[in-house]
């Protein structure tokens, strides 16, 4: 059997309002360009990763804030709260826009990639605000799974393990600052697709480092790559033990 294949995925990259909407968040600017409104950083990071992989990238600019895409249908966070007033007619046309076809992308990104590999590695790049309210995150890079799939086990602590020897001193949490196995779109493709087959790790980076900006965001970054590459490596080939 060939090795899994990766395939990439960013659901929040953006914080645009498609022009058809672009009413109702007028006086909603300032809370676009916080960490509600989108995750900074976390559309870099996708792309550096597709690069340096050679892996299909799936991604969105369009704001959380109209629609999650990595919520459920039903998921009271689908929307925020200037289209949760909406009428059910508007919502749908929001969810055939933009979120139907980004979750079916993702599917045939992920199929085609079982297909043809026999198994895949999906990561879904995001950040996470370093305070939020009134709790100080205590994390560089947080690495969410689902803990009764030991694919996802195995591979997230090799990461950690790798990340951690890279840079020593780096802050590196499994399933924080969210569980792994909550609603999003890996838990989605879990339901769908057997742990032989299936993959899924969301990759969250403290943004902190992303504001720093600079020569230490692009290490971060970097390292990242560096560090799964090394994660991914068959044993005896500078894989972490």
């Not at 979120?99 to 996470?128: D, K, N, T």
């Not at 790790?201 to 970097?222: D, M, S, T």
């Not at 790559?225 to 068959?234: G, K």
Request: aromatic content about 8%.
């Amino acid at each position: 059997m060939k090795p899994p294949a990766l395939v990439i995925t960013c659901e929040h990259g953006g914080n645009l309002i498609p022009a058809a909407y672009a009413e109702l968040f007028e006086d909603l600017q300032a809370l676009l360009e916080t960490h509600r409104g989108y995750d900074p950083g976390a559309l870099a990071m996708a792309e550096m990763l597709a690069t340096a992989f050679d892996a299909p990238l799936l991604s969105s600019t369009v704001s959380r804030l109209l629609v999650d895409l990595n919520r459920s249908v039903g998921n009271r966070s689908l929307h925020g709260a200037a289209v949760r007033t909406l009428s059910a007619a508007t919502r749908q046309d929001i969810l055939s826009r933009h979120y139907l076809p980004y979750r079916a992308q993702a599917e045939a990104l992920v199929r085609q990639a079982v297909a043809e590999y026999g198994a895949v590695i999906h990561l879904s790049s995001h950040s996470f605000t370093p305070e939020l309210d009134g709790q100080l995150r205590r994390a560089d890079v947080g690495l969410l799974y689902d803990p009764r799939r030991s694919g996802e086990v195995d591979l997230c602590a090799r990461w950690k393990a790798s990340l951690q020897a890279c840079t020593p001193g780096l802050v590196v949490r499994r399933n924080y600052p969210y569980a792994g196995k909550g609603d999003g779109l890996t838990r989605w493709f879990r339901r769908h697709l057997p742990p032989d087959v299936y993959v899924g790790i969301e990759l969250e980076i403290n943004q902190k480092h992303v504001f720093e900006g600079g020569r230490p965001w692009a290490a971060l970054r970097k390292v990242i790559v560096e560090s799964l590459r090394q994660a991914l490596a068959p044993p005896g080939r500078g894989t972490p033990v």
